[in-house]
């Protein structure tokens, strides 16, 4: 098998491309890299790693493999390749949920689990029922900015203990934000003095939609209450301040990236599903057994 980089005309040529969102190599800059497996004159898989410029510290990784050419050991081959390309030794991370092949593929390449968000199903109708409070009220009725100096400042603690962020990552977290909030559902608790004490935002770029709810600062005073406040209820909260799974392992293996935080809950608004998000990392350094 022969690798090389993907071009643009790649992505036109098989349905199969599209189970995952691929670009040309070095789309962005020499951390964005992208390959294909090549067996004859068959492209049989592709593949693509990138870092977050939220965090720069560590590369996602995305790869396909032809339907028909599974259980074969191509991904494990490429996946080889791509770690190969990376500009620095960063560890790799993905995320799905629990059930996908994904993380099956994962945890066989020896990704580690560094997060594990239970689910919890929230009716869109209970929207309005979030705000029994007269201190909450929806994210359309606070100025945009200071919504998003919130979120920054809310994803910044939240990761500050176990994946902190990079300078200047306001801009890229809060990038097209505009475009992926449902700012009715969005809750904003909002105190005396005007300032922004909790936030619960309602993601729709994703199915089903999902909720992320926190305090705006670590220690705010009575802030599982403001929580509360925002997300409806304790059932949806996990404690103000608590702490991911195996926040304590801080080495290059392990890192937590999702966008949620630890007291973040993926809502599937009406669907009946229940299923984990879980996020996986591993080390690039070596080739896979
Ligand atoms: C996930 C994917 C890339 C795996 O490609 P692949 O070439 O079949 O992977 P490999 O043959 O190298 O598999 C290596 C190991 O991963 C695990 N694995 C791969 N696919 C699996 C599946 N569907 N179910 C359970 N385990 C799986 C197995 O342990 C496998 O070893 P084995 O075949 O000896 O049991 C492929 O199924 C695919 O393209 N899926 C759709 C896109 C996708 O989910 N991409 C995410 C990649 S991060």
Redesign the pocket.
């Known amino acids: 098998m022969q690798f090389r980089e993907l071009r643009q005309e790649d992505l036109s040529t098989s349905e199969?491309m599209r189970?995952?969102e691929l670009r040309p190599d070095r789309w962005r800059d020499d951390h964005t890299r992208s390959a294909v497996a090549v067996e004859g004159l068959e492209v049989v898989?592709a593949?693509m790693i990138w870092t977050s410029r939220v965090h720069g510290d560590r590369y996602w990784?995305?790869?396909?493999?032809?339907?028909s050419?599974?259980?074969?050991?191509?991904?494990?081959?490429?996946?080889a390749h791509l770690s190969g390309l990376r500009k620095d030794d960063l560890a790799f991370m993905?995320r799905?949920y629990v059930d996908?092949?994904?993380l099956?593929?994962?945890?066989?390449?020896g990704a580690t689990t560094v997060q594990v968000v239970p689910p919890a199903l929230i009716d869109v109708v209970g929207r309005f029922a979030l705000r029994p409070y007269d201190a909450v009220v929806p994210g359309r009725e606070v100025p945009w900015s200071r919504l998003l100096e919130a979120n920054a400042a809310t994803y910044e603690w939240i990761h500050a203990s176990w994946s902190p962020v990079a300078e200047g990552f306001a801009e890229a977290l809060n990038e097209g934000l505009e475009d992926d909030l449902d700012l009715d559902a969005t809750s904003v608790a909002v105190d005396a003095s005007g300032r922004i004490r909790a936030v619960a935002m309602a993601y729709n770029d994703v199915e089903p939609p999902v909720i992320t709810a926190e305090t705006v600062v670590r220690d705010e005073p009575e802030g599982r209450g403001w929580s509360r406040h925002v997300s409806g209820g304790p059932s949806m909260c996990s404690p103000v301040g608590a702490s991911p799974r195996s926040n304590s392992t801080a080495t290059s293996a392990i890192r937590i990236s999702c966008r949620s935080g630890p007291g973040s809950i993926p809502a599937a608004a009406g669907s009946g599903s229940s299923r984990y998000l879980r996020t996986s990392s591993r080390t690039g350094a070596s080739r896979p057994e």
């Open positions: 199969w189970q995952v898989a593949g990784i995305d790869l396909v493999v032809d339907p050419r599974r259980r074969e050991g191509i991904g494990t081959a490429l996946f993905t799905g996908e092949e994904r099956a593929f994962a945890d066989a390449l």
